[in-house]
Nanobody
Framework: QVQLVESGGGSVQPAGSLRLSCVAS????????VAWFRQAPGKEREGVAA????????FYTDSVKGRFTVSRDDFKNIFYLQMNSLRPEDTAMYYC??????????????????WGQGTQVTVSS
């Protein structure tokens, strides 16, 4: 089993920055994709960014390219989402998720079976 715990959410003004953290514990060595998803009220869960845990390859949804960066600290088993130039439309609950399978669809939420509890990000003036 793998446990994921997110932190780092909060309220920020437009154009501000936040860094989300996801601490992974348990059998983390077998993780293949670790991804960040978000869900705003009344909307479907959306894949934001993903990283191939063994190799560091990254994937992003178009709306965050150039603004968000996903990374990992192998020694600490922590995954990060650095979010810059935040916009009101980035407001959502953000979730960290993991899967041990290379499904070829790193931003599809149905491919993930390990989920954190979420951390709220609010972008507002």
């Amino acid at each position: 089993q793998v446990q994921l715990v997110e932190s780092g959410g909060g309220s920020v003004q437009p154009a501000g920055s936040l860094r989300l953290s996801c601490v992974a514990s348990g059998y983390t060595g077998s993780l293949y994709y670790v991804a960040w998803f978000r869900q705003a009220p009344g909307k479907e869960r959306e894949g934001v960014a993903a990283i191939v845990a063994p190799y560091g390859y990254t994937f992003y949804t178009d709306s965050v390219k150039g603004r968000f960066t996903v990374s990992r600290d192998d020694f600490k088993n922590i995954f990060y989402l650095q979010m810059n130039s935040l916009r009101p439309e980035d407001t959502a609950m953000y979730y960290c998720a993991g899967t041990k399978i290379n499904t070829g669809r790193p931003l599809s939420p149905i491919e993930y079976n390990y989920w954190g509890q979420g951390t709220q990000v609010t972008v507002s003036s």
